[in-house]
């Protein structure tokens, strides 16, 4: 990596969309009796981590440095765009929020993974029809990509059960 901001980057995105969730998942199989279905436990702990807290902090940190994601993300130098970001921040903040509360109340998994895989579905396509040049571009195609495979199964299987 070319700077400590691709790093930082780098390591609270797999932090948050990989290691937290999979720990969790573990964390709860080894201390707790009566655990649901594995595939449970991954949505349940991916939609926490990888959409609760990693689309909130996203979504916080669009709205307050909105050039973060111009510059760095899209390569976009025109800072008036910013309005854009912010309300990308925003969305992303609202999705959060049901993904932290998703922990809390089963009912709303379903419908928030539903709505996380089209958004990141949608953002890692667009991510790989650029053509990613830079290392943060590659982070939030390759994070993107996972998580939506991942609330992709999550989804079929709540569907199938």
């Known amino acids: 990596m070319r700077s400590g901001r691709n790093r930082f980057y780098l390591f609270y995105t797999l932090l948050l969309m990989i290691v937290l969730p999979i720990l969790s998942i573990l964390a709860e199989l080894l201390l707790v009796k009566n655990t649901p279905a594995v595939w449970?436990?991954?949505?349940?702990?991916?939609?926490?981590?990888?959409?609760?807290?990693?689309l909130f902090t996203a979504g916080l940190n669009q709205i307050a440095r909105p050039s973060f994601t111009l510059q760095s993300i899209f390569h976009i130098n025109n800072l008036e765009s910013g309005i854009i970001v912010r309300e990308l921040g925003i969305s992303n903040v609202g999705t959060g929020?049901?993904?932290?509360?998703?922990?809390?109340?089963?009912?709303?998994?379903?419908?928030?993974a539903f709505i996380a895989a089209?958004?990141?579905?949608?953002?890692?396509?667009?991510?790989?029809?650029?053509?990613?040049?830079?290392?943060?571009?590659?982070?939030?195609?390759?994070?993107?990509a996972l998580i939506f495979l991942?609330?992709?199964?999550?989804?079929?299987?709540?569907?199938v059960e």
């Open 40 to 54: 449970k436990l991954v949505g349940q702990w991916f939609l926490f981590w990888a959409v609760g807290v990693r």
């Open 118 to 144: 089209v958004f990141l579905g949608a953002a890692a396509l667009q991510h790989a029809i650029k053509k990613p040049v830079s290392e943060n571009q590659w982070i939030a195609l390759f994070t993107d």
């Open 97 to 112: 929020i049901g993904g932290i509360v998703s922990l809390l109340l089963v009912s709303w998994r379903v419908p928030i």
């Open 150 to 159: 991942v609330l992709v199964g999550f989804l079929i299987l709540s569907f």
